[in-house]
């Protein structure tokens, strides 16, 4: 008692060396880590030995990823990684991972902890996409799947997708990439060509969403935004049981056959956390 007491006297007198945050045992470390932010653990691993040993600690990234986040690296890694710690599958989770022959592409979305991902028009079933009097496969800087699909002319115009993914638990929106009018480039500058867009100011287009728990969603739009990129907004949904992997169904169609429709552009279809897209 006395020792501790002369101890305590020094270190109010200048004469120790008083505790510092360094001092502080890891395991306590991590336990303050659990609960700050990704980027905010980062920049704590900077301060000190402490902080840097506990901002590797497994309990601490686990706690940053999905509950069902072993279902998600199943489909994305096609198995868990041998050797990987905590903190790398969470690294690997926020990368875009291209799945499912490089049709999708798939991302944890840091600030919500849900998905995100992108199909591409060639992961779409696409009415007449094989003949090429009326869609054609064009490359383009501008998607992030190197190409799109240009709708020259058609009646039917249907667009459909359909995948079973272990979403993790929350609230998601789907959207279709269009743009009317078709970019290319000249003297390395990129113009939108609008010569043959027409048929869209007759009657909306449709979009539909359904999942296998029974929700369902329907909205309709005109397409009007001439030469500009438009996330037409398809639905949302709702993730409740992420342990159980959900599947999803949604078109995007305008079935009017009294009229042609054509100069539209297709990138892809993306599904993300509600209120993550600002567009």
Avoid at 185 to 190: A, C, E, L
Avoid at 213 to 235: D, T
Avoid at 237 to 251: G, I, Q
Wanted: net charge positive; proline share 4%; aromatic share 10%.
């Amino acid at each position: 008692m006395g020792s501790g007491s002369s101890a305590l006297r020094d270190d109010f007198n200048g004469q120790g060396s008083p505790a510092g945050l360094g001092d502080l045992p890891e395991g306590c470390a991590a336990s303050v880590l659990m609960y700050l932010e990704p980027k905010d653990i980062c920049r704590l691993a900077r301060i000190n030995r402490a902080f840097r040993g506990a901002s590797s600690a497994d309990f601490v990234w686990e706690s940053k990823l999905p509950l069902n986040y072993r279902a998600l690296v199943d489909k994305v890694f096609d198995g868990m990684p041998v050797g990987l710690c905590k903190k790398d599958i969470y690294t690997r989770l926020c990368r875009t991972n291209s799945i499912d022959g490089g049709t999708k592409k798939v991302w944890l979305d840091k600030n919500t902890g849900g998905i995100s991902m992108a199909i591409s028009a060639k992961g779409l079933t696409i009415t007449g996409i094989d003949d090429r009097r009326y869609w054609n496969h064009l490359p383009s800087d501008e998607s992030r799947f190197s190409t799109v699909a240009y709708l020259q002319q058609i009646w039917w115009l249907e667009i459909n997708g359909e995948l079973e993914f272990p979403f993790p638990a929350g609230k998601y929106s789907i959207y279709f990439l269009v743009q009317l009018g078709k970019t290319v480039k000249k003297y390395g500058r990129s113009h939108c060509i609008t010569d043959n867009i027409h048929g869209w100011d007759r009657k909306p287009v449709q979009f539909q969403v359904s999942t296998s728990n029974g929700q369902k969603a329907v909205s309709q739009r005109f397409l009007e935004e001439r030469g500009k990129w438009v996330h037409c907004h398809a639905g949302d949904f709702v993730v409740e049981n992420p342990s159980k992997p959900l599947k999803l169904k949604f078109s995007m169609a305008q079935i009017d056959c009294t009229h042609t429709k054509g100069g539209l552009c297709l990138d892809s279809v993306v599904i993300c956390p509600m209120g993550s897209y600002r567009g």
